[in-house]
């Protein structure tokens, strides 16, 4: 069998975490991690929260990153991704969508338009399932925050069990969906099975906005950790991609 | 003719934006900026110096950015490097090596394995002219100081006729490379004509070790300023090429 290239859409998140364990696990060759960085501020550093983090993940895990940019409005943001994938030796790229529509056609049509495959694993998973099988996977925390009912407490902290349980009752409450999919926060992860090394934060700091419920982690310092084979972190299959 | 499409190697100095600008200045499509990034601290973040700089660089350019990443050791990183550049679809790359047999052969080496052309336009250029050019072209500041007659002084001074004439001197004196090609200095480019932003420096720390003369000027914070299209800068050749 011809072993299928892809480049991972890659933003630092659960979801496009997912998207990447999902492929090396059909033995696909991720070659490239892609992530788009919208320019809609006239200042590039520091003010985008976190926007150096994917470096560091793709660091711990060994893939190139490329890092395209765009002016950041909605149609231009698709050409600008399809100049970026048109130039990577690709059979197919795969992305963390999971219930936007918009988001996951825009993919497809780029793929269709390279004459590449497009790849969705996480399409249309029940929320409450995805989020226990992500949270088996990898190491997630919390690092930006935007609706009613998620308050400050939830920045910076992990998303366990117990932080699922309530996102449940957060959902029946308020109506915030369990997996963040309507904007209502943002995730990163610090380590999953494929990850050569665990980022730590040093420093952070809480933005809050209580006027519009919403806020950030910036993480101001972070380093890469070894991580020994013994100390399986990350439940059964941690210790067995690892390749430090 | 059939467009030469090519990766220009791009760490961010005189050299590799020196390559850049020759191979826009050739007609060629230049489709990725590649940077290898060596992994020989434990700490990723912060402690290597301006590290996060050709990203601001690439954005002010407009071109995506491949980070590739090695561990750093001689030979590993000529392999990494050609498995960064063998999955993206080149006819060519451009490196601003100058000098350095070491690294133009170990450039040259990966393009033949790969079948395509390799590029040194700087090569063995007379260091002076070649500075001379460079100044007239871009706004480039030191950024790190390494050898014995380069004192703190030069962390974050500007690369104007005047300090090239000092160099020229030094070189005179102690046998510093004007062109600091045996590592006495390292370069930062903020301005060139295919920049559609220039990089203005917010916060700086100068670290120097007096005892092995060297320095580094970390650069805390940055960011990106449009360029008006009347205000010309970079002298004759600056305003034409300007997409803002």
Known sequence: ????????????????????????????????????????????????????LTELQARAIGI?????????????????????????KIDGVVAGALASEYQKKRVDKVARELGIESFAPAWHRDPIE?????????????????????????????????????????HEKYGIHVAGEGGEFETFVRDAPFFKARIVFDEVEKKWDGFNYSGVLEVKRAHLERKSKNKNRNGPIGGAQMKS
Do not use: C
């Open 1 to 52: 069998m011809v072993e299928m290239r892809v480049a991972v859409l890659y933003s630092g998140g659960k979801d496009s975490n997912y998207a990447l364990y999902w492929a090396l696990e059909q033995g696909f060759e991720v070659k490239y991690l892609v992530s788009m960085v919208s320019e809609r501020e006239d200042s590039y550093m520091y003010h985008v929260p976190n926007i150096h």
């Open 64 to 88: 190139p990153l490329v890092k395209g940019f765009t002016s950041g409005e909605k149609e231009k943001e698709v050409e600008d991704m399809k100049a970026v994938l048109e130039g990577l």
């Open 130 to 170: 995805y989020m226990r099988e992500l949270i088996g996977i990898f190491d997630i925390v919390m690092i930006g925050v935007s609706a009613y009912g998620l308050d400050e407490s939830w920045l910076g902290r992990r998303i366990d069990e117990k932080a699922l349980e309530e996102l449940v009752k957060l």
